[in-house]
């Protein structure tokens, strides 16, 4: 590692926010966390970060947090991140996701920070012309939640292009698995994503999984899409904040995934695989909004970063999921 970096990262005490402290930790950086708690949780940040409670949108605090922890760069994980949600109350994520984001992006402008890795979704591709999808492709969102973060996504170009300034945009596909040590992993309540709610039935916590549509163009007609392992997605932000102060005339939006991937039969298989158990799966129509099949083109992240997963194998995903799932139970129940 060259220099260690001070880096702010929002929403640090959320699930992949909290993966992303410790990858940093792990490389010997500083992660200092902002967060509002409004879906993560304080004790799911590691020990060794400075935590401050608070929103992105609060300048003052902002500003304030960047001079006295000295920070070099911002990893923005804050946000809104449910799909449906943004098609019932679009505005909040127009706040939360694309409002707020400028209000984070002109403080670190003017308070002189120049690199920030934002999350992306493969959401801003909306249904893909093809599949694996590259990132010169279309980007045409089909909910509030895509066009709210192609909007942070156009606004961060844009200021690139303006000042001293660079970016990563990295647009994960669908985020799975937790640290292989069990200090962190997807805590969410109400979750909506698929393996953590197939690892919550596993573990008794609900009593079935459904199956939204079988009549997909795919091979056992349910949808299907590219899972990547959180820590892999963790060690891409890493790579990504080391090249944008490497090079600071140059900006990247990049795809994040393994560039294959799995239907919905496919991951309960693997879960019951696993746990040597079988899921109860309810057959039901599609979910709105769902496209077919969603793969990355994986090329251009490891071409330029030299990426490259560590865990790229969905059984092991599932292991890391569940293991988390039990040590989340203990948690609750203490
Ligand atoms: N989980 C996925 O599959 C996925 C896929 C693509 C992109 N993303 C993006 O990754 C980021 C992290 O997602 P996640 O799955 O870890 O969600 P999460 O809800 O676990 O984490 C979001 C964190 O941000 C905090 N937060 C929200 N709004 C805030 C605000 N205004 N000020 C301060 N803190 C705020 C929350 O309390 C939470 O800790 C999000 O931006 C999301 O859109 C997630
Ligand atoms: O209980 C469930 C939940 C999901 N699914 C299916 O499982 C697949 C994955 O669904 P998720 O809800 O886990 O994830 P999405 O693909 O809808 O969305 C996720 O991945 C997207 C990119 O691929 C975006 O990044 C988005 O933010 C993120 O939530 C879909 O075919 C969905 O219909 C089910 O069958 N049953």
């Known amino acids: ?43 799911a940040v590691a020990e060794d970060a400075r935590f401050y409670y608070g929103d992105i949108s609060d300048s003052v605090l902002v500003e304030s947090i960047i001079r006295d922890e000295h920070i070099d760069a911002i990893m923005h994980f804050a946000g809104s991140v449910v799909v449906p949600e943004s098609v019932e109350n679009p505005l909040k994520y127009y706040n939360n996701n694309t409002a707020k984001s400028r209000s984070l992006i002109e403080t670190a402008v003017s308070s002189g920070v120049k690199h920030m890795i934002f999350s992306s979704t493969a959401a801003t591709y909306g249904i893909p012309e093809t599949s694996p999808v590259r990132e010169d492709m279309a980007t045409k969102p089909i909910n509030p939640y895509g066009t709210s973060k192609l909007m942070t996504e156009m606004m961060l170009r844009d200021v690139a292009a303006a000042h001293d300034f660079n970016y990563c945009a990295l647009r994960y596909f669908n985020v799975a698995g937790a640290d292989p040590l069990a200090r962190s ?60 102060v490497a090079d600071p005339a140059r900006s990247h939006t990049l795809n994040c995934g393994y560039g294959h991937g799995y239907s919905v039969m496919q991951v309960l298989d693997a879960v019951d695989r696993v746990t040597n158990k079988k899921l109860d799966r309810k057959m039901e129509g599609r979910r709105a909004g769902d496209p077919d099949s969603l793969i990355s083109d994986n090329r251009a992240i490891k071409d330029r970063f030299g990426w490259e997963p560590r865990f790229d194998n969905l059984d092991q995903i599932v292991q890391h999921a569940l293991a988390w799932e039990r040590r989340l139970t203990d948690i609750q129940s203490a």
Do not use: C
Request: proline share 1%; aromatic share 6%.
């Open 1 to 43: 590692m060259g220099q260690k970096l001070n880096v702010l990262v929002t929403g640090g005490a959320g699930y992949i926010g909290s993966h992303a402290v410790l990858a940093l930790i792990d490389a010997g950086h500083r992660p200092v966390v902002i967060d509002n708690l409004v879906t993560g949780f304080r004790w």
């Open 185 to 244: 992993g997807q805590s969410t309540v109400g979750a909506t994503h698929l393996l953590k709610i197939a690892v919550e039935a596993a573990l008794g916590k609900r009593d079935s999984v459904s199956v939204f549509g079988t009549d997909y163009a795919t091979e056992d007609g349910t949808g299907v899409r590219d899972y990547i392992h959180v820590s892999d997605l963790a060690a891409a932000h890493v790579i990504a904040l080391e090249a944008l």
